[in-house]
Each structure stands twice: as C-alpha cells, then as structure tokens.
C-alpha cells in the first residue's frame, strides 16, 4: 500500500482574482494567536486557509455590525465558494457547534501514513451551511460538494476555511488517536495535498503533481 494522499483541493484553485494557488495564512504548528496554549497544544491544529480577501471581510463585517462570525447565514463568501471533500470516506459529523461553528467531519477508509496503518479524519470548519445531502453515515467521493465556506464559530477572525487531519493509528486491530502528540491528535497536512494544487504558506510556494 502506498502512501495516502487527497485527490481534491478543499476549495477551488481560482477564486482569489485568478490566482492559482491557495494562500494558507495559519499553517500547522503555528502560534498566532494564545489560544492554542490555553488549550494546551503546541500550536495551530491544521490549515487555515484564506477564503475572502481582508479588505472584503472587513467591509461585509463592519456591515453585517460585527456578527457575522455568528449567524449561519446562506452565503457569506460572495459567489458561493464551496468547500469540497479531499477524499472519498464516511461523513461522521455534520452541523453546528464549539469554536469551529458550523463545519463537517469525514473518516476515511483504512489508509498508509508515514508508512503506518490509520484512519483519517478530516474537519472542514467555519462554514456558513453544510449541505443538507450530508449526515452521519454517508459516504462522500473526493470532490464532493460538502458545504459553503464562511466564516461561523466563536471567534470574529477573518474568512476562512479551517482544514484539520487527525490520525487514528492502527494498534493490535484497533484504531487510537494520539491526543497526547501536542495537537490533540492531528499532523500536519502539507504532505497529504493533491497532485496539482498548490498553496502559498508564509510565503513559501508548494506545488504538487
């Protein structure tokens, strides 16, 4: 079995005036904000990826008056920026709730990392809706449409989207997340991307395929 990696970008390629690239403005490990050491992690979790240029948010937040990380409203991000699945796997949550807001969960099948056995599961946070096709249960291709990026969840930040992959190894036929590895059981996702996407991280250009 060779190594897993996603076979879809989590959003379109283009949407930021015809770039194409994807800018990630909060990389794994990061520490941007204290909120990371107060939940007792090393840093950032996962990806954030920019969905909606600031100068835009900062307008349609001033407009909305600053509630605009509250409401699940049904399009946020003009033009409807989808959130896609990266993979093909189960849906294991979907809808509202804690810091991330609105966002889903999807669980992949049995799948080779860093040449060891585990199971994915992969979170799209800060969504404005999840698509009402999806529920706990169902399976997903990689491409799927799972929702609309946003910008729900407790904290007023600007647009995007919040990517994490946590990884539950498989140990003696059984499947454990390592929640005590400093990120709550999630790696870094750089090494899973799609052939053919490419982002931008702290300036720094990757390109796959």
Known sequence: MENFKFTHPP????????RKYCTVT???GQNLTPFYAKMGMKG????DIRTKGII?????YRKKGGQEARESTKDQSKGKLYCYSVCAGTVVWAGKGGDGGIGVKVETDEVMVNGKLCKLVITYYHLSFVSKKHKAGDRVKAGYILGVCGNSGRFPTAAHLHLSVRAKWKNEGRYVMDTQNGYRGAI??????????????KGKKYQYG
């Open 56 to 60: 835009r948010w900062m307008l349609d």
């Open 188 to 201: 870094d996702p750089l090494p899973l991307m799609a052939d053919g996407s490419i982002y931008v991280i």
């Open 26 to 28: 909060q990389g794994f």
């Open 11 to 18: 959003i379109s390629q283009t949407h930021m005036r015809d």
């Open 44 to 47: 950032h979790d996962g990806w």
